[in-house]
């Protein structure tokens, strides 16, 4: 099977997340989470596959209008990263396919931890070795969420669903991106906290 | 002016935020929160300013069937708090006001940090001297996101605002809410990663 560079879903390469499954229940049930949005999310899945490469355009027309985003994506003195951003573009389209899949597994678990690793210093740059700022400050990450929803919905809309599936829709992607965004928080937090 | 019980807004007992003003500009513009939010969620304050307390029931309601929630506001043996409880709801229904009056200046982002310290373990029960868990944990603070948020809607559409003015008012919401609970993560962050 053909890789995108730095995708290493379902890999041996990818450490085991000290989030359990179990304990992943408990985090999807405070988020209204349930199995009505894994059905939501994969029916977006046929609608979203072919138009992952305009989307991910989308956050990056924002991302790169943002001073305060675009840095982390640019060398210390300010110089954006071309190769990094396009190496970044394909996962991310990989990312609109992995969370409309919806397979909540302990695959699925450990690569949020994972990716939480690749925004936290820890990780940041590794994958594509590439000379960007070396850590995402953790301010950023929660406001985020509302460009990254916010950008889906047209898409949900445009293959001819009526109005409430593409709000079940897209309750389901804000549900889904909440829980992703508190996963990738874990190396952020102090021990014991989380 | 008669004051909440542990309701400390505006006063000198409310510390200094860690966050600037400046830095949180940045932060909106990260959530796309724009002056067109601030007027959005002004409007929505006429609407739901006599319907706290049926808001903040609902959130009691869901919390109360959560077990792995609920304990937060139960000693560690799991029995539910109810003068804690009945404290807190009071401070709820404020914050409701409080967001909808969309004042954000200094007084408003110190008592951010005083919000994310009482969830901490630096300052939970304290407020209240309640024999409670003494930590909220962070992996839930995210993915209640979405039950704030999701409640609020059909209260912002009883008094027959049009369902684009709704719609405008809920995403104004889920914008501030998502940029207060970045605020309140501070406290759990390592030093500098914030």
Same mark, same amino acid.
Not at 22 to 49: G, H, P, Q
Not at 60 to 76: A, C, K, M
Not at 100 to 125: C, F, M, P, S, V
């Given at each position: 099977?053909? $890789?995108?560079?730095?995708?290493? *879903?379902? +890999? ?17 049930? &405070?988020?209204?989470? =349930? ?6 999310? $994969? ?8 138009? +992952?490469?305009?989307? @991910?355009?989308?956050? *990056? ?13 640019? =060398? ?7 190769? *990094?951003?396009?190496? &970044? ?9 992995? +969370? ?17 690793? $690749?925004?936290?210093? =820890?990780?940041?740059?590794? &994958? ?13 990450? @929660? ?7 916010? &950008? ?13 599936? @593409? ?28």
């Amino acid at each position: 099977m053909q $890789r995108l560079p730095g995708y290493t *879903y379902g +890999t041996p390469l990818v450490p085991q997340s000290p989030v359990s499954l179990r304990e992943f229940e408990w985090m999807k049930a &405070t988020a209204m989470f =349930t199995d009505e949005d894994v059905r939501y999310l $994969r029916m977006s899945l046929a609608i979203l596959a072919d138009q +992952t490469a305009e989307i @991910v355009e989308k956050w *990056y027309e924002f991302v790169g209008s943002q001073p305060q985003l675009i840095r982390y994506y640019s =060398t210390p003195a300010g110089m954006p990263l071309q190769d *990094y951003l396009a190496r &970044t573009f394909a996962r991310f389209q990989q990312w609109i396919i992995d +969370t409309a899949e919806a397979n909540y597994d302990q695959d699925w678990l450990n690569y949020q931890y994972e990716i939480g690793l $690749r925004h936290h210093h =820890t990780k940041k740059n590794r &994958t594509d070795a590439a000379p960007a700022l070396p850590h995402i400050h953790y301010r950023y990450m @929660v406001p985020l969420i509302y460009p990254i929803v916010a &950008t889906l919905k047209p898409f949900l809309a445009r293959k001819g669903h009526s109005p409430e599936e @593409v709000e079940k829709m897209w309750e389901a992607w804000l549900k889904a991106v909440l829980l992703s965004v508190a996963l990738w928080s874990q190396p952020y937090v102090k021990p014991g906290e989380f």
